[in-house]
């Protein structure tokens, strides 16, 4: 109750004395000062929230606006806090760095969420060959007997049709593994090789579904926010999604044999385990969680 209480003061009262106040001593406003203070993350964050919290409605409605119309909103920004392009001409210029990077999450997410919704279709010849070449890309010395196979096994899918494992994830679960497979081929046949460890060992692509739906429940959270804002100055795009999904896979594998499990029954509990590792690392304003090799 209390921090509902500071919330409302602090939201409807106190923040705006002081924004006045500041303003009067240094002649311009919060949004200039943010950019005269802070860079990467910390700057694009707290941009953010200054346009959330604030009671003008132009710049509330600055975090909504599509990358398409985010020119037209600097302007009006500029216009509603009455900064002089002459006297501080980075203004339009940061302006814009942080709408796009703030509107481009807010894309990211929705064109993830697409991928995700679509399921595997066994009658989609591209969702056929995209399958077929995960596994020739993992198994390059090996040809796949029939397309219903227990082969699948060996490289970590559950049953004889791997359809079945993509429900949860759809096609984003696939396209993630061809992607590391296809990028990472070294690091993904030194994965491969350990999952199949006599006691460490793992699902392949099980886990590798799994680790898709922890980038997506990362990005759908908004706790992908300052590792995006560090690492890509412009627009997120998929790329950096897929990037970031390799990077989990990498350092999932490193911290499963770190860890020892007693047994893949206690898979749950270590996903788990790792998740609130990465979680912690995602708080740091200057993160910037990429695979190093």
Partial sequence: MFISLWEFFYGHFFRFWMKWLLRQMTGKCELQRIF?????????????????????????????????????????????????????????????????????YKQLYLDVESVRKKPYDSDNLQHEKLLLKLWNLLMPTKKLKARISKQWADIGFQGDDPKTDFRGMGILG?????????????????????????????????????????????????????????????????EHFHQFYCYLVYEFDKFWFEEKPESIMYFNVYREKFHEKIKGLLLDCNVSLTLKI
């Fill in 174 to 238: 696939l396209i993630n593994l061809v992607y590391f497979s296809e990028n990472y081929t070294s690091e993904a046949h030194q994965i491969l090789s350990r999952s199949n460890h006599p006691k460490l060992g793992y699902s392949y692509a099980i886990v590798g579904i799994n680790l898709t739906e922890m980038a997506y429940s990362l990005l759908k959270s908004e706790a992908l926010k300052f590792h995006l804002y560090n690492f890509v100055p412009g627009i997120p795009t998929m």
């Fill in 36 to 104: 005269d203070t802070y860079v990467g993350a910390q700057r694009t964050h707290r941009i953010e929230n200054s346009l959330t919290y604030s009671k003008n409605k132009i710049l509330q409605k600055a975090t909504l606006v599509v990358q398409s119309e985010v020119d037209r909103c600097v302007v009006d920004i500029m216009k509603e806090k009455n900064i002089n392009p002459e006297k501080d001409a980075s203004f339009k210029i940061c302006m814009k760095a942080c709408l796009l990077q703030i509107s481009g």
